[in-house]
């Protein structure tokens, strides 16, 4: 297992994630704990790029229940269509929230929050759970991580 990622010098997203997503791979081959995967994915995610807050929600019955994550504590239980988690579930489609403030029905799980990624993990076109990506800077996040966080999604899907 590796301890370090490899990155470019770059500041390209695209291509850091690019390189990431091979990397991650790696680090989930072989192991057939979900948990201790999704773990791994979370850290690494925070690792690479500097976000606030990284983890998954998963399903349970009718809300989301707060699974391996990296940062500060975080709301346990999220209610279906409800926050921005909440809407990636209902909606089965990422949510990009530049201004988590901004957004109708917020739940403010840290105040230090700006803004936000939620990606829903889909397997047989149905949620089972949700990759949340926060920062602690207003419209932090691109299309580039939009398109890379959903690429790290696709690669979650496989672990259930």
């Given at each position: 297992m590796a301890e370090n990622l490899m990155f470019s010098n770059t500041d390209d997203r695209r291509v850091q994630y690019t390189e990431l997503l091979p990397q991650l791979r790696g680090l989930i081959q072989g192991e057939p704990d979900r948990v201790a995967n999704l773990a791994n994915l979370a850290a690494a995610l925070r690792q690479s790029f500097g976000f606030f807050w990284v983890g998954f929600y998963l399903v349970r019955d009718d809300q989301l229940v707060l699974g391996p994550f990296q940062g500060d504590i975080a709301c346990t239980r999220i209610d279906y269509g409800q926050g921005v988690c909440g809407a990636a579930w209902a909606?089965?489609?990422s949510q990009w929230v530049p201004n988590v403030d901004a957004f109708p029905g917020h739940i403010v799980c840290s105040s230090l929050s700006r803004s936000e990624v939620v990606v829903p993990i889909m397997v047989d076109d149905e949620v089972v759970a949700v990759l949340d990506v926060d920062s602690d800077q207003v419209d932090a996040f691109n299309e580039a991580?939009?398109?890379?966080l959903q690429s790290v999604a696709q690669l979650c899907a496989d672990l259930w």
């Open positions: 909606e089965a489609t991580d939009i398109e890379g």
